[in-house]
T-cell receptor, first 109, second 114 residues
Framework: GQNIDQPTEMTATEGAIVQINCTYQ??????LFWYQQHAGEAPTFLSY????GLEEKGRFSSFLSRSKGYSYLLLKELQMKDSASYLC??????????FGAGTTVTVRA | GAVVSQHPSRVICKSGTSVKIECRSL??????MFWYRQFPKKSLMLMAT?????????EQGVEKDKFLINHASLTLSTLTVTSAHPEDSSFYIC??????????FGPGTRLTVL
């Protein structure tokens, strides 16, 4: 089966930086995704990594190391609206997405 | 970006009834859609892969007779929860792949079975 681990909760101050780590063990690998999900809503796409390295998109960056089965999502210049759950998802050899349990980020003023 | 809609957004039903949830891709065609369910503060769990014009592929542990999936066209997939019971209460989300790098999700359907 798939095993995807990420911290349950993180708290940070407005304007700060937060790094959410994700480790995975899956049967096959065809990319790693990060999604943002607000309570009661569907996930929205943030980033996609398939090769090792850092992908930067504005205030959000995502890093991948395939050899270590490790990724992180970096949120810079935190805003109150960034308070949400962040889901790490890995696409396996069958192109199916397996999700981590999500990390709830709380941004405080 | 691509838009995926779901209907209804919220449904409350009595135990023993069947509930149909629709998933539509509004501005693109989707040969493959996915159905997930999510319990409070838990991860999304893939239930099945819906393929246009053919039978759905169910994940291990998901009862195909309980959760009927029909992918009638390139823009519509439906999930019918048959003889619903309180333990079927959950947040059901569909998604469709636009490209190899992106999968767009519908807004979800909150099902409550009394």
């Amino acid at each position: 089966g798939q095993n995807i681990d990420q911290p349950t909760e993180m708290t940070a101050t407005e304007g700060a930086i937060v790094q959410i780590n994700c480790t995975y063990q899956t049967s096959g690998f065809n990319g790693l995704f990060w999604y943002q999900q607000h309570a009661g809503e569907a996930p929205t796409f943030l980033s996609y990594n398939v090769l090792d390295g850092l992908e930067e998109k504005g205030r959000f960056s995502s890093f991948l190391s395939r050899s270590k089965g490790y990724s992180y999502l970096l949120l810079k210049e935190l805003q109150m609206k960034d308070s949400a759950s962040y889901l790490c998802a890995v696409r396996d050899g069958d192109y199916k997405l397996s999700f981590g349990a999500g990390t709830t980020v709380t941004v405080r003023a | 970006g691509a838009v995926v809609s779901q209907h209804p957004s919220r449904v409350i039903c009595k135990s023993g009834t069947s509930v149909k949830i629709e998933c539509r891709s509004l501005d693109f065609q989707a040969t493959t859609m996915f159905w997930y369910r999510q319990f409070p503060k838990k991860s999304l769990m893939l239930m099945a892969t819906s393929n246009e014009g053919s039978k759905a592929t169910y994940e291990q542990g998901v009862e195909k007779d309980k959760f009927l999936i029909n992918h009638a066209s390139l823009t519509l997939s439906t999930l019918t929860v048959t003889s619903a019971h309180p333990e079927d209460s959950s947040f059901y989300i569909c998604s469709a792949s636009v490209s190899a790098t992106q999968q767009f999700f519908g807004p979800g359907t909150r099902l409550t079975v009394l």
